[in-house]
């Protein structure tokens, strides 16, 4: 996992989408909700979540619900680790702020 | 789950992008996507969004085929693909490929005019635009003739004055110039003539208002005055010669106006009776024009 951490490359729309979910850590956010709280592009948010992911910073499932009842299709949830809550907190911290303006 | 706007532009951008991922993830980014795509609402948002993963699904695609793979189990989804994010340094970012594509254009450039071909293309452009002497000579005509101008009439709003009406219609109020009575010398005829009864005449019923004849141009110049005019009237009030300014107001414009009311008043004055009888007489009265309080 160590190895695979160097390898995140840290951009600024990385940091947006970590600051999405960087509001409340605990939460579940698809592609959707995230787009929404850090207003990146699809082109750009979704290798980002590619490659958090691959990095070990997100878990990712499938949202359990029936299709058929819930009127929609199942969405892929995304969440931190405690690995990539540590690491994205760190990264913060060095920032020496809290939210990105 | 396949989304059911399967017509839609967007969804086809997005299952397409999709297929061209790596084929361990074209299935879940395909429902990922087309999920996240049904939250969205409007035509242009969705297309955006079509498009976005359209370019995610080139990126992705660059990357995995860059990366290391390792064994993933996209289909249970609970486990992290394996994908290692680090760009091989031996491939092109955009930055490098877009300046490399810039590089080759110029090369083409100077490379085109180097050779010679820029010289045909400037040799081309001279014979293109060569063209012939075009005879501009035309026949000389006369233009037709213009049509008659119209003046329109110019509206000129003047405030209304407040004019006092200065015509006197009771015959004590006009003085009369008349002519010096004749006073029969008495002679050594014993027979005097009976006393005659003389009224002079005047503007009578009908006769038209002052204020109607005040002229604009006294109005604007704020002239005033009273003017005497003489008339010769017959027995029915008709004028039977010019009207005569016997005294200026010292306004020629005043004057004008005074004749001017003085011929429309035809037919309207009040005829000089002697014993009562109407005659054929010539009398002067006044005219004012001056503003009202």
């Known amino acids: ?101 | 789950m396949r989304h059911r706007e399967s017509g839609d532009i967007a969804c086809w951008l997005v299952r397409h992008a999709a297929h061209h991922s790596p084929s361990d993830l074209a299935s879940r980014l395909e429902e990922e996507w087309l999920a996240d795509l049904s939250a969205r609402r409007g035509v242009a948002s969705r297309l955006r969004f079509g498009l976005g993963c359209w370019w995610a699904g080139r990126i992705i695609a660059h990357e995995h085929g860059a990366a290391c793979a390792a064994p993933v189990s996209a289909a249970s989804g609970h486990r992290l693909l394996l994908l290692n994010v680090h760009l091989d340094p031996s491939r092109w970012s955009r930055t490098t490929a877009v300046v490399i594509a810039v590089i080759c254009i110029h090369a083409v450039l100077v490379y085109a005019f180097v050779t010679g071909l820029a010289q045909r293309v400037v040799a081309f452009i001279p014979t293109a635009l060569d063209g012939g002497i075009i005879d501009v000579t035309r026949p000389h005509e006369p233009p037709p003739p213009l049509p008659p101008p119209r003046f329109a009439q110019p509206r000129v709003d003047v405030p209304a004055p407040v004019l006092t009406v200065n015509v006197q219609d009771a015959p004590t109020a006009i003085h009369v110039v008349s002519p010096p009575q004749h006073q029969p010398t008495v002679s050594a005829v014993p027979a005097a003539p009976p006393p005659v009864t003389r009224v002079l005449g005047g503007p009578g019923a009908g006769f038209p208002n002052t204020d109607d004849y005040y002229p604009p141009a006294a109005r604007r110049l704020g002239e005033a005055g009273t003017t005497v005019v003489q008339v010769c009237v017959d027995t029915g009030g008709r004028l039977t010669a010019a009207p005569l300014v016997v005294r200026s107001s010292g306004h020629a414009n005043i004057d004008a106006g005074s004749l001017n009311l003085a011929r429309a008043g035809s037919g309207h004055y009040r005829p000089t009776t002697e014993n009562g009888r109407p005659v054929s007489s010539c009398y002067a009265y006044r005219v004012t024009f001056r503003f009202k309080d």
């Open chain 1, 1 to 101: 996992m160590g190895k695979r951490d160097r390898d995140v490359r840290i951009s600024l729309q990385t940091l947006r989408a970590l600051e999405a979910f960087l509001e409340n850590p605990a939460d579940e956010l698809s592609g959707a909700d995230v787009q929404k709280r850090s207003g990146l592009a699809s082109g750009t948010l979704y290798p980002i979540l590619l490659r958090l992911e691959s990095a070990g910073w997100f878990l990712s499932r499938w949202e359990n619900i029936d299709p058929a009842t819930a009127g929609r299709p199942r969405r892929r949830l995304y969440r931190l680790t405690t690995n990539g809550l540590t690491r994205a907190s760190e990264i913060f911290a060095s920032l020496g702020r809290g939210v990105l303006a």
